[in-house]
């Protein structure tokens, strides 16, 4: 060794500690660091669904228990290990928890069935612990992130093959520390001759072309259920796209002791949102999760919703090959008012979505009302869709309420966008003998035709109101028509029309003799192009002809753009076309003509369905009081 080396070894050490004790000085053991608020809220709220990784909480757990290197190394063992000090009485309500978000991470990354199983059930067990044990505090917010487990565990632990759909079976089925026998309740898969045929999760779907999304919170794994009709049949019947929102509930008795088992049982329940909102768990109702948006957006997910709406405007014989024009989202149910959605030309019942979305998720509509659709082929003469929407809503109140004991059933409100205004004010008006008169110089009985064909003219052209509409809704309505219909293009759309045989039959019949008429005849070949055009007289005198007495109206008029309302249009039909006297209201929303997905229309057609449920529940029984309308938007209405 140099002379000198221990001298510097000593003062090498010195600064050392020197340094030690200066940085200690600034960066104490133990601190905090100031973040940001969202920074904190993410440090706080990780979790497996969120991060794909343990909570802080339960990473506490497994700290406690020192299993987080075990757990790191070998996440089975360490749920085995955890799910001991559980069943021996050493763990509570905070271990149970950390268990089903270990199952499910650890069921995520091997796809093992039984752990996602088991977070279905360690959730439950925290969620709804037998009596005597402690539960959760209803500020927990584990609460939330318990029922998430749940609901995914179910959805994965019985998914198919192919992972697209769930398959409830009775059956024993394997977990990580034993078996369960799942004992499955068959009433919910049956139901107002509808049979579930299908189960489509919604829990981890993004939706798409809806304005809103309504999740609403609760218990349990929220579906689409594809249905068909236990025995076939026509006429008024659930449109067979349609989905049914359903909500799945696996329940143990005593979960916390049965997790001590090698043996568990459980019951599967399969629950209709439309239905019902609440289970009984424990002795205490719980709210059902549900999720009606994301199964709304997987009915009208199919192509040939949106397929046919052009098909159904050439072709005037599209709809002959369905089994119901006149179709409902959901099974009926005695005591709701029907209300009657009547699409516009080149359209179709998807349309609604978003004022449908909306609607439905407001409880006051929803358990006093039923939501029907008419279809219909859009290029066939507006009066003979007209008389088809009659006779299907005659025949439907006729199938559902035979002996007449269901008094909504005489309470409809029908709503009809565009050229769906113009079918729905023929269902309320008396034309006596206007419309023929505005036609033709001679009488009705005078001019040759056969006698099924005259009947079907005379259904089209002499007008009664039906008994069962007491209030309709105009949207966008071209009541003395559309400015379009005078474009060159529309003569040459009409041309590529196919029109049903017997509208053309008529047509012919009566062009054998075209100086009995005041308009040509032949143009009955240009279906509802012709209908619309502001010059027809049988428009002209529909617009002129009241609404029946006893029959509440309102318009919902759109206006492009910013100026004065008279003058305005909304890029297919006036002001002055949609205006109509006599209404009980007309409301002015600044929107294109394809206003009933405007939030200030939907708005204006929720306070009147509302007006009417009060009505309507001051004449007959209809359970619990109506809440008061909201005042209707002053900004923009006009009271005539």
């Not at 917010?141 to 998430?148: E, H, K, M, Q, S």
């Not at 579930?196 to 609403?216: F, K, M, Q, S």
């Not at 609604?352 to 998720?361: C, G, R």
């Not at 069962?468 to 003569?491: D, K, M, N, Q, W």
């Amino acid at each position: 060794m140099k002379n000198g080396e221990p001298a510097r070894q000593v003062c090498s050490a010195l600064c050392c500690i020197v340094w030690l004790l200066l940085a200690a000085g600034c960066a104490t053991p133990v601190g905090v660091e100031r973040v940001d608020a969202g920074t904190a809220q993410r440090q706080l709220t990780t979790n497996a669904l969120t991060a794909d990784e343990l909570s802080p909480s339960a990473r506490n757990v497994l700290r406690r228990w020192v299993l987080s290197d075990r757990y790191d190394d070998d996440p089975a063992g360490a749920i085995a290990a955890l799910h001991t000090i559980v069943t021996d009485g050493r763990g509570d309500e905070d271990e149970v928890i950390t268990l089903a978000e270990m199952a499910y991470l650890y069921a995520g990354k091997t796809r093992q069935r039984p752990y996602f199983l088991g977070a279905a059930i360690y959730s439950f067990a925290f969620l709804f612990p037998e009596q005597g044990l402690q539960p959760p505090s209803p500020y927990d917010p584990r609460l939330r992130l318990a029922a998430d487990l749940y609901s995914l565990g179910i959805i994965h632990a019985f998914a198919s093959a192919d992972d697209t759909t769930v398959e409830f079976k009775n059956g024993n089925y394997q977990l990580p520390f034993g078996w369960v026998q799942v004992a499955v309740n068959p009433s919910g898969f049956e139901s107002h001759n509808r049979r579930v045929v299908a189960l489509t999760p919604v829990e981890e779907v993004a939706v798409r072309g809806l304005a809103n999304r309504y999740r609403h919170p609760g218990i349990g794994a929220p579906l689409a259920a594809a249905t068909e009709p236990v025995v076939a049949e026509r006429g008024m019947q659930v449109a067979p796209r349609m989905k049914l929102p359903m909500t799945a509930v696996l329940r143990l008795d005593r979960p916390r002791r049965q997790l001590a088992q090698r043996q568990l049982h459980a019951t599967l329940d399969l629950y209709n949102t439309h239905d019902v909102d609440t289970t009984p768990i424990a002795g205490k109702p719980v709210p059902l999760e549900a999720d009606e948006t994301a199964v709304l957006a997987y009915a009208l997910a199919s192509p040939e919703i949106w397929e046919r709406e052009l098909k159904a405007f050439f072709s005037g014989v599209f709809s002959e090959a369905t089994s119901t024009q006149l179709a409902s989202i959901d099974a009926y149910r005695s005591g709701r008012i029907p209300v009657v959605f009547v699409h516009g030309t080149a359209s179709s019942a998807g349309r609604w979505a978003d004022m449908v979305n909306d609607l439905l998720d407001d409880p006051r509509i929803r358990d006093r009302y039923q939501f029907w659709f008419f279809t219909y082929d859009t290029g066939n003469p507006v009066l003979y869709s007209a008389a088809l929407l009659r006779e299907a809503l005659r025949d439907a109140v006729h199938k559902l309420d035979p002996t007449g004991t269901d008094p909504a059933l005489s309470e409809m409100v029908v709503i009809g966008h565009s050229q769906g205004g113009l079918l729905a004010k023929a269902l309320v008006v008396d034309t006596g003998d206007r419309v023929w008169d505005a036609i033709a110089y001679k009488p009705f009985d005078e001019v040759s035709l056969s006698p099924e064909r005259r009947e079907l003219f005379r259904q089209a052209i002499f007008i009664k109101p039906l008994p069962y509409v007491r209030r309709v809704v105009f949207i966008a309505t071209p009541h003395r028509g559309s400015y379009l219909t005078e474009y060159p293009v529309t003569e040459l759309l009409g041309r590529f029309l196919t029109l049903p045989v017997r509208i053309l039959q008529i047509g012919a019949d009566l062009a054998r003799t075209p100086g009995d008429f005041k308009v040509n005849p032949g143009n009955l070949g240009s279906g509802s192009l012709f209908g619309m055009t502001p010059n027809n007289p049988v428009l002209q005198t529909m617009a002129a002809t009241p609404i029946a007495p006893g029959v509440h109206a309102a318009s919902i008029i759109a206006v492009a753009g910013n100026g004065p309302v008279e003058g305005s249009n909304d890029g297919v039909v006036e002001y002055s076309s949609s205006h109509l006297d006599g209404v009980d209201s007309e409301y002015i929303v600044r929107s294109s003509h394809s206003v009933q997905s405007n939030p200030y229309a939907i708005e204006e057609v929720r306070r009147i369905l509302l007006l009417h449920a009060a009505e309507v529940c001051a004449r007959i029984a209809c359970g619990k009081p109506v809440p008061p309308p909201p005042p209707a938007g002053m900004q923009a209405l006009t009271l005539r």
